[in-house]
């Protein structure tokens, strides 16, 4: 998988996994004090969060890939500086991911415009959703409230990642930083935004 890709772009993948592994450490405690004030669903609407990397990356990078080896390397370093989910939390990393992944393997990897980013940020949401549902038990909650939990995910994907990942990576885009790395010969060449 990473043959075709440049050391740089190695680099900057792993920099992405390990900052927002730190990020995603942060939410998880931001979390827990939103949800002992409105309960558990507190988690669903931030669930993007925890999904942005794959879309930086990929939005960036855009290669097979680079959506889920970030997100994978993010819950490493998380689960490294104490996430209390252990190792467990390494595979949910990989199932996002993968969920991101699908999106942009959808197009081929060719198309990273808007829609695809929030479509990318859906799948992930949806995958750690059903990956959700048979290891944290969900089946056991009233149907519409998982409804809701799936809904406010989804949206969360599509919104915080989604938008989110796209906006980030058009603003380091801004900087200069990124030339060399693919976004920035596709929006010079404007092809496959």
């Known amino acids: 998988m990473l043959k075709s890709w440049k050391l740089k772009e190695i680099v900057l993948m792993s920099l992405f996994g390990v900052v927002f592994g730190i990020v995603y450490l942060v939410a998880i405690h931001f979390g827990n004090i939103w949800a002992g004030l409105i309960g558990p669903i507190a988690y669903e609407w931030m669930f993007g969060i925890w999904f942005i990397v794959s879309i930086l990356s990929m939005a960036i990078i855009r290669k097979p890939g680079a959506a889920v080896l970030p997100e994978t390397i993010a819950a490493i370093i998380e689960v490294m500086l104490g996430n209390a989910v252990g190792p467990r939390l390494i595979l949910s990393g990989v199932i996002q991911g993968l969920g991101a992944e699908a999106a942009f393997a959808a197009t081929r990897y060719r198309h990273f415009n808007l829609a695809v980013m929030m479509l990318a940020g859906a799948g992930a949401a949806v995958f750690s959703f059903v990956y959700g549902y048979f290891v ?17 995910r989804l949206l969360s994907g599509a919104i915080i990642a989604g938008i989110g990942g796209k906006y980030l990576a058009d603003g380091l885009l ?14 010079q060449g404007g092809a496959g935004a």
């Open 174 to 187: 801004a900087t200069g930083a990124l030339r060399g790395y693919a976004i920035s010969r596709t929006k």
């Open 136 to 152: 944290s038990g969900y089946a056991a909650l009233d149907p519409s409230f998982v409804l809701l939990m799936f809904t406010l």
